[in-house]
Structures are given as C-alpha cells and as structure tokens.
C-alpha cells in the first residue's frame, strides 16, 4: 500500500542507532530520500550503507551534533542542496543523565535544555521554510512517555520533555494552514542502549542485579514485555505520511499500555 512518502525528502535526527536508525530505515523502506545525522562519523556511514543495501533509498549521512545550531543549520543546507526539497523532519537526541533534582546544577539543567528542547527547536525553525516551500510537511518529535507519566529518577527528562509537547502543539496550531502537522511520538520501555543504561544505573542505586531491574520494570507493562525500536518507527513513519492527513498537534505513546492516565 502507497502511503504517499514515495519521493519525499526526511531527516532524522540522530539516526545511526536505535529509535532514529529504526524510523530512518521504516521512511527509506516507503520510498524516501533521506539525510541521518550522528556525532560519530564511522557508526553513521555504517548505518547509511545499512539502509542503502537494504533500501532503494538515496542516503545522505551528514555527520553532526544537535547541540550545535551551526551543525544544526549545515545539515539542513546539506539537505535541501543534495535533494532540492525537505518534507519530512524527526527530532531525537540522546537522552539526559538520569538523577534527582538534588544531583542536578544549572549547567546540567542547561545541557539538557539545549540537548532535547533547544535541539527540537533549531530544528523545527530550520526546516519550516523548506516545508512551506514545498506546500506542506510533517514534523514528528521522538519524545518519552516521561512527558506524560513523569518517571522515577528522571527529573531532567520529565522535565524537558513536556516542554517539547508544549512547543510541538503550539507550533502545530501556527502551522496548519500552511499544512505542516506536528506530532509528538513517546517510546515507552524500548529496547535500546539508552534503556540499558537507565536500568543499569537504576539497578545499583537500588542494590540490585541488573536482571532483576529489567524484570521490574517488565512487570509494570500490561504486555508483559519491552518494545523495539521498529515498533515505535512505524508509528512515526505513518504520522509522517499522507495517511495521517487530520492528525496535529496529537501526543501519542509507544509503550505497551504502561501508561496508566486516560488520555
């Protein structure tokens, strides 16, 4: 089934691994043509030409760090000089250092602020004109279910991400007439390197093998077990097709029904 992705150009953000490999992988498959950006230049060509042997898709790897806007501003050039367009954006950073607020000063609190909001914006300000250019686009923000059940050990995160949410629904309303929809997709327990550090360093403050952690945490979901990255890439890849038409300014989760509130 067509989706209407065929021919279109997306970035995404941090993609030589987990959730940005996995979305940079589901767009390709859907026939897009596609910038990554990474801070680590090996791992990203080895993820370009993962994507090109398994894809028809025309890779474009631009090595950068999203914490820079200079990097921010050539990756975006880089784009729309190698494909004379842009429709499709996903933000994703790293995650910040899990903590209580008692661990944190202000230069953790900026370094977070920057990482996962400042990041979102440049972004987003960077590649909206391309977009209205185009006569449309879509923007998907990789976020947590942390934005809308803050948890345990996380407050950076908590924190940040809901600022996310407020920009994306905000900038959504800005931006429908020029038909450019912005949604927000929250990974829930996802099997990715960041999770393991999270249960890793939750497992020693509570004095437990790391085994142990991940089974807890594998309880609280009503499934029974941790998503994949491919999981939350195919909700991202259909919020960035023509599918997805009427949806803006929507929040929506990934994570095996662990969030409890109704909405």
């Given amino acids: 089934m067509d989706i209407g992705i065929t021919g279109k150009t997306a970035i995404v953000a941090a993609a030589s691994k987990g959730l940005g490999k996995a979305t940079a992988l589901g767009l390709a498959r859907e026939g897009a043509n ?3 950006c990474a801070r680590e230049k090996a791992e990203l060509l080895k993820t370009a030409k993962e994507i090109m042997s398994a894809t028809s898709a025309r890779v474009l790897p631009v090595v950068a760090d ?9 990756l975006v ?3 729309a000089y190698e494909f004379g367009r842009i429709d499709i954006l ?4 790293g995650g910040p250092p899990t903590g ?4 944190f000063d202000d230069k953790d609190w900026q370094d977070a602020i920057t990482l996962n909001l400042l990041s979102t914006i440049r972004l987003c300000r960077e590649v909206i004109p391309y977009m209205r250019k185009a006569g449309g686009g879509r923007i998907a923000n990789i976020v947590s279910v942390a934005a809308k059940q803050p948890i345990e050990g996380l407050i950076l995160s908590n ?4 600022a996310v949410i407020g920009l994306a629904k905000t900038l959504s309303n800005e931006l429908a007439r ?6 927000n997709v929250c990974p829930g327990w996802i099997l990715t390197d960041r999770l393991s550090s999270v249960i ?3 497992a020693e403050s509570q004095g437990k093998p790391y085994e142990t952690a991940l089974a807890d945490i594998t309880a609280s979901i009503p499934l029974g077990r941790c998503g994949t990255p491919e999981e939350v890439a195919n909700l991202i890849v259909f919020l960035c097709s023509e599918r997805a038409s009427y949806i803006t300014g929507a929040t929506i989760q990934v994570d095996g029904g662990l969030i409890k509130g109704l909405l």
């Fill in 66 to 74: 999203v914490t820079h806007p200079e990097d921010i501003h050539k």
């Fill in 178 to 183: 020029d038909n450019i929809l912005v949604n």
């Fill in 34 to 36: 596609l910038a990554i």
């Fill in 90 to 93: 996903v933000t994703n950073a």
């Fill in 77 to 79: 050039k880089k784009t």
């Fill in 200 to 202: 890793r360093k939750r």
């Fill in 159 to 162: 924190s940040i991400r809901a």
């Fill in 100 to 103: 209580l607020f008692s661990n």
